[in-house]
């Protein structure tokens, strides 16, 4: 297990964007990474996935074409890209990784978790 800290959260209007960030204490070098999030009320959900090597990834269809998920193992550094944000987007959008080179993406699937970090979305 590796210890998550997400920052880039905050407050943007409807067709804004922000980058989210997810720096991990040890190594992501094999490991799958991936942007789940969390409405309240809501259970939590897949966002995206990025394989080890960043040549694989996936996402939730609702996000497809807006957000970016990429990652610098160098740096031991998730990102993710959000553009065209929508009020729908409106979550805690948390950072997850797991000793898989590629697999399912089940929120019940990833070992370790960051704290979260705030995105809300204004109309």
């Known amino acids: 297990q590796v210890q998550l800290v997400e920052s880039g959260g905050g407050l943007v209007q409807a067709g804004g964007s922000l980058r989210l960030s997810c720096a991990a204490s040890g190594r992501t070098f094999g490991k799958l990474m991936g942007w789940f999030r969390q409405a309240p009320g809501k259970e939590r959900e897949f966002v995206a996935a990025?394989?080890?090597?960043?040549?694989?990834?996936d996402y939730k269809d609702s996000v497809k074409g807006r957000f970016t998920i990429s990652r610098d193992n160098a740096k031991n550094t998730v990102y993710l890209q959000m553009n065209s944000l929508k009020p729908e987007d409106t979550a805690v959008y948390y950072c997850a990784a797991d000793s898989r080179l590629w697999g399912s993406l089940r929120t019940a699937d990833f070992g370790s978790w960051g704290q979260g970090t705030q995105v809300t979305v204004s109309s």
């Open positions: 990025i394989s080890w090597n960043g040549t694989r990834s």
